[in-house]
């Protein structure tokens, strides 16, 4: 093993310098399972630890990742009317989802590990891996044209304060990546409101509006002109009748038949349409939820009762059909929004989900109906999946109680 | 169109009311009569688990059979053949630390140098001075080894080569229970019984409310019982007899209901007991898991459980009148070079036992008992009467290069991130590596899986971590051993320590009660 002993030969020493060891020991660990044995207990343990089990969330992300950031350049050239097809100008959509994709994801693990590491010096543990799912969701559910200052704040407010101040990966309350993007919602609604947040690249979404480029995208053209490709145009603009809208939006303007004007229900399955980065293609969302349930590492029990519940509640509003928004079949509620994502990613999140089996159940069931509520009922904020699954994050010990005490119960009342 | 559904909907509900009156009626009907309805499905409607039950075999008693679906058999490689050898052991040791409850330096009668007969006392806890701790073997007593604090930790016992045994006078099966279970105590056999909750030697004062005993082991590499049970059969069904003496309540044998695993003769035919069958995989086997099935303990009660080892001890104590712990051990693991079932008796010298048995190219380790619940053996070790395996495995202190991410090697899992679905029946080669670090819980339902029980193990846990005795109580702490929860320890993502934990519960509960 002479890799090892090279690495070993560095490690800084833990006393002197208690930040430089902590991230020491963070790589080396990741490079290395460490050679500790089993002491008392079981003499054998199971291959499966918590880095396998965050690596493979992150890695059922991947998809979305890959079409996320591809989408972000597709949007933007739909809104100047270039590139039509969706593969058309694939080096240019490419492009200009990296200029804005790759400062998103950079910052956010600068900030949010910069944070673990720091916790974990000062507090002398080892960094734990909770952030490596945090930082891979955070910059999937951010909108793509979000100002990096803002979403450093709110890494940082959803790390400390969300995590950190509760003790660490495995005890906070609330979910941390939902947190870092409620926090941009309620923190900085001038800024990120309304529908002009979900398309980048542009001064402003309104027709007309010149499309915003900078030393990025000039590396980019001189590395395109060089290839002989098309580069980007700096002097295009918005083409008109363009909104930039969401599906969610339009439908609570006018229902379905506004929605279907703009969005064809293969657009929205595909997912080739303005959103938040990671969550518009549902295919993908679902090739990783199926990964997930596979491995079991995500609970089956709250995906399924989460649809239920949507479903349910859906199936309500049908019946009602009160407003336009309501009379949305209620299967057609699925291909808008961040359903999929929001189930398979966030709502599972075992530290702060119902932790019996039961109590996921009810869990999952109450984020569906009322994240549906939300969507529908709340002109002031199109998606209610973050605050149905936050509200039901501050639910979730009070139902594990009731489901407990029943336990108990049992057991007492035979005494 | 509309009315049309809807007379259909009040039509189906009218009927389900009707179906589901008449089947109240019918359970009314059925507690007037007195009769158990939740051992007979009296309803009109068939149970799930009726509906689609596979087949049992045709020796087990239907209204007694339980079938769990969770847990998890381990398979792992160095499982012994069939063959039984005499094995040549020289000196046997007895561990005062092996019975759980007593003070770490109990009163030894004997002196160093002196020669015992199989069944004498060695020593006793001043708690209890009735209750004797007597020698597995005749020959000399060599050594009394001390451990920390001037504990005692071994008794070192040169075997003679032609054992004798000391006479016990044996009070007849019609004696009263206060002079059977005198003569127990004063035979070395009292011991043997546990109790629960806790897990600890029984309270003779204590009248149990049953007697559990599991005929089988489902532990990984364990042996099967027809070995230990073979020519035993007068022993066993006397035990039994003497154990019917000790309890107003029942005697329950918890047996092997797995198919293609039929039990011995002698527990089919066994007299005086109840018995109630499991099939499942591992901790099926598990006497705790099978009291929770058969009646469950509830308030203050208490039971007791023996291993059939132990029962054939106390039937051969009342057959014939000697103290003769005469057992068959598993030498099994990766490590041995030919894994095999020797005859000994109890406190065996486990450097004997591995005598030119053990693959020493790398450090072992050798563990007293299953690679779940056992011991790490010290140095010249003796098997207590605790176990009746020895398991050597791989030392596991190497780094791994991305272990986490693409582990390298095969190893036994329960997570579907590995591709061990695909090789159901592969026995694995493990070591003793942790393959990760210690966390704090994140993962939830992990531990259910492979514990069946109505208990919520992660929940008791953070109970006991807290030190809420009432919470601890309530959530089941008495119905579980270490042994129990072995098996969620083992697939904890989170490495937590999960037997350590309950014990410190355990011993917690212990000292309010």
Known sequence: MGLVDLFKKIEPDKKNSPFLHTAYDAFFTFAFTPNTTTKGGVHIRDGMDLKRTMVFVVIALQLCYLFGTYNIGHQHFDAVGMYPGFLEGFHLKLGHGLIKMLPIFIWTHVVGLGIEFWFAAKKGHAVEEGFLVSGALIPLIMPPDIPIWILCVSVVFAVILGKEAFGGTGMNIWNVALLARVFVFFAYPTSISGDGAWVAGFTEIAPGAAVDYGWAHNVFNSLFGWMNLDTFNSTAVIADGYSGATPLALAYQGGWEAVTEQFTVAHMWWGTIPGSIGETSKPLILIGAAMLLLTGIASWRIMLSMVLGAAFMGYIFNAWDATAFMSVPWYYHFYMGSFFFAMAFMATDPVTAASTNTGKWIYGFMIGALGLLIRVFNPAYPEGWMLAILFLNTMAPLIDHFVLESNMKKRLSHA | ?513
């Open chain 2, 1 to 513: 169109m509309l009315i049309a559904a809807l007379i259909i909907i009040v039509v189906l509900l009218v009927l389900a009311s009707v179906f589901s009156i008449s089947d109240n009626l019918i359970q009314i009907e059925a507690q007037k009569q007195g009769i158990d309805t939740s051992k007979k499905n009296l309803s009109i409607y068939p149970k799930l688990s009726e509906l689609f039950a596979k087949p049992t075999p045709p020796y087990v008693d239907k209204s007694r059979f339980h079938r769990l679906t969770k847990g998890r058999d381990i398979l792992l490689s160095g499982m012994p053949g069939t063959t039984i050898v005499d094995a040549e052991v020289s000196r046997f040791g007895v561990k005062p630390t092996d019975f759980r409850g007593i003070a770490p330096i109990p009163k030894v009668e004997v002196e160093e140098g002196s020669e015992v007969l199989a069944g004498d006392a060695l020593f006793f806890d001043k708690s209890n001075p009735n209750i004797k701790y007597v020698s597995p073997v005749s020959g000399e007593l060599v050594e009394i080894r001390r451990g920390a604090k001037r504990s005692i930790s071994h008794l070192v016992i040169l075997a003679d080569r032609e054992q004798q045994y000391k006479k016990f006078d044996v009070p007849s099966l019609h004696s009263s229970r206060e002079e059977i279970s005198s003569f127990l105590q004063a035979s070395g056999v009292w011991p043997m019984i546990l109790q629960r909750p806790f897990d600890v030697i029984a309270d003779p004062e204590n009248s149990p409310e049953n007697i559990f005993i599991s005929c089988f082991d489902t532990a990984p590499l364990a042996i099967g019982s027809q070995f230990i049970l073979n020519e035993r059969s007068e022993d066993f069904q006397m035990a039994i007899d003497v154990l019917n003496k000790l309890t107003d309540g029942k005697v329950y044998l918890g047996l092997d209901g797995r198919e293609g695993n039929q039990p011995h003769d002698v527990l089919l035919k066994a007299k005086g007991v109840e018995k109630h069958w499991f099939a499942g995989q591992h901790p099926a086997g598990n006497v705790g898991v099978q009291i929770h099935h058969i009646a469950p303990i509830r308030g203050n009660a208490t039971v007791w459980t023996l291993k059939i080892e132990d029962l054939l001890v106390i039937g051969k104590l009342f057959r014939v009148g000697i103290f003769d712990t005469t057992r068959i051990i598993g030498i099994t693991g990766g490590q041995i070079i030919e894994p095999i079932l020797v005859r000994t008796k109890a406190g065996a010298s486990v450097s004997d036992l591995l005598k030119g048995r053990l693959n020493d190219d790398v450090e072992s380790r050798i563990i007293l008992g299953n690679v779940l619940s056992g011991e790490t053996s010290g140095e010249d070790d003796f098997l207590g009467v605790k176990y009746n395996m020895i398991t050597a495995i791989k030392e596991g202190d190497y780094y791994e290069l991305f272990g986490w991410l693409l582990p390298i090697k095969p190893r036994p899992s329960f997570s579907g991130t590995f591709p061990n679905f695909l090789f159901k029946n592969h026995r694995f080669e493990v070591d003793t590596n942790t393959h990760g670090e210690l966390r704090a819980f994140v993962m939830t339902g992990q531990y259910e899986k492979v514990l069946p029980m109505d208990i919520y193990p992660q929940h008791l846990m953070k109970a006991i971590m807290i030190g809420d005795i009432e919470r601890m109580e309530a959530l089941g702490i008495n119905e579980l051993s270490e042994e129990d929860v072995a098996l969620a320890e083992f697939s904890c993502t989170s490495k937590m320590p999960l037997q350590s934990i309950l014990r410190d519960g355990l011993e917690m509960m212990r000292e309010q009660a």
